[in-house]
């Protein structure tokens, strides 16, 4: 599933291909969208900038019209200069923006609308977020304060894969960060002090900005490494269902006891 991480790097990627470039075609396969007129609404505009928040990427017009995506679990955005062959089926492409050197293509995109820029400042669902762990004014204490206002009977790997506690983790980083920073994922959030939630946060925070500017990611501690030694101590790394996502979590029982 991409994590902000992956969504910051797109949005560069797609920025550096379409933001002052000229459009030259805008397409949108899927039947759902055969009645927005995107083509038609966003002919002859030029794109003024590419962004991301937590897991979600703006593609903003001139003329104050943005278009919104989240990936979900498995949607992708490609950059591919024109000609060469998309990675995947062209029916799987929900949105194509082509210029003259690229094609920006968005596949299994779930979430993908047309807005008024002032409207991705005032939806709830984007209002709700919490702090972009990847934004460069990452704000520690607004994280902290939101996490203490959720329910702390609240397991801290759960509490933290809730995009209104912290924007832009995801199942694998939260496994990791828990890991790095000695947290079991199974405590309850009353039990977990400030500066361990910190200290996971701490522990991610680099690792994503780096695979964000398209640096190497370390090996994973845990990370769908069911059944495996730990890499610190050789306990096997154990994996269960967690939240009411029944997302998998991962963690060594001995390092975060
Ligand atoms: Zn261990």
């Known amino acids: 599933m991409p994590e902000g991480d992956s969504i910051h790097s797109a949005a560069r990627r797609v920025g550096a291909a379409l933001v002052g470039r000229p459009i030259v075609a805008i397409e949108t396969p899927q039947p759902r969208h055969a009645l927005d007129r995107w083509p038609e609404r ?21 003329g104050d019209l943005t278009l919104h995506s989240h990936l979900r679990m498995t949607g992708h955005w490609g950059v591919y200069p024109r000609g060469e062959r998309w990675r995947r089926s062209a029916r799987r492409a929900w949105l194509v923006i082509r210029t003259e050197q690229h094609d920006v293509v968005e596949f299994d995109g779930p979430v993908l609308e047309l807005m008024t820029d002032s409207r991705t400042r005032f939806d709830r669902r984007l209002t709700a977020l919490g702090p972009d762990i990847l934004a460069t004014d990452f704000d520690e204490r607004r994280f902290l304060e939101l996490t203490r206002r959720d329910d ?34 199974w405590r309850p959030l009353r039990s977990v002090s400030g500066d361990e939630l910190l200290a996971v946060v701490r522990a991610v925070r680099p690792l994503m900005l780096d695979s964000a500017a398209g640096r190497r990611a370390p090996r994973r501690w845990v990370y769908d490494r069911a059944g495996l030694p730990c890499r610190r101590c050789e306990t096997p790394i154990r994996a269960r269902g967690q939240g009411d996502d029944n997302r998998t979590t991962y963690w060594c029982p001995e390092c975060q006891a």
């Open 42 to 62: 966003l002919g002859g505009r030029a794109v003024r900038s590419v962004d991301a928040r937590g897991k979600h990427l703006f593609i903003r017009f001139d």
């Open 152 to 185: 702390q009977a609240r397991a801290v790997g759960d509490a933290l894969l809730d995009q209104r506690n912290l924007a832009g983790v995801g199942n694998m980083w939260k496994a990791e960060g828990c890991f790095i920073a000695g947290v079991d994922p």
